[in-house]
């Protein structure tokens, strides 16, 4: 399979790399969105959060606590957003499982958001028939 981040993450390609253990490399991103920009890859691939093992899932969130922490300590950050994309439509331009970190400061130029919009009865009654 041809996947960049496996070849990434497996250190066959070089990368900036800030961590690494036995099952993730922790990188820089080439296309910051603000400065320290990092991405969490696990070496074995998934292409999505669908598809990733639990116990992946679950040393991903405690690593990402980890590099934030690091981050909030050592740049001059005042916020941090956590980001995980999947499917084209929501914005996942490379299909091998990873987070986004990304430190916020004041007046930074990342865009990320939405318009808020209203939780209705009708639709809060047929979410939670479906979801719960
Ligand atoms: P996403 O849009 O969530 O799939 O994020 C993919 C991210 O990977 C983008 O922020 C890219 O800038 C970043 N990216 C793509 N190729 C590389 C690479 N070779 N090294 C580091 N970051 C990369
Ligand atoms: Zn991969």
């Known amino acids: 399979m041809d996947c960049i981040f496996c070849k990434i993450a497996q ?16 990188i820089l991103d080439v296309n910051p969105a603000s ?20 116990e992946a899932a679950s040393k991903a969130l405690v690593l990402a606590k980890k590099m934030a922490s690091k981050m909030a300590d050592a740049l001059d950050c005042e916020g941090l957003n956590l ?8 914005g996942q331009t490379v299909f ?27 639709t809060k009654e047929e979410l939670l028939s479906i979801l719960r």
């Open 11 to 26: 250190g066959e390609i070089p990368s900036a790399t800030l961590y690494e253990d036995e099952d993730f490399r922790v």
């Open 35 to 54: 400065k320290g920009h990092a991405l969490i890859l696990p070496k074995a691939h998934a292409s999505n959060l669908y598809e990733l093992p639990d």
């Open 83 to 90: 980001v995980q994309n999947n499917g084209e439509l929501a």
């Open 96 to 122: 091998h499982f990873h987070m986004h970190l990304i430190p916020r400061y004041k007046d930074d130029d990342v865009k990320m958001g939405w318009k808020p919009g209203k939780l209705t009865e009708e």
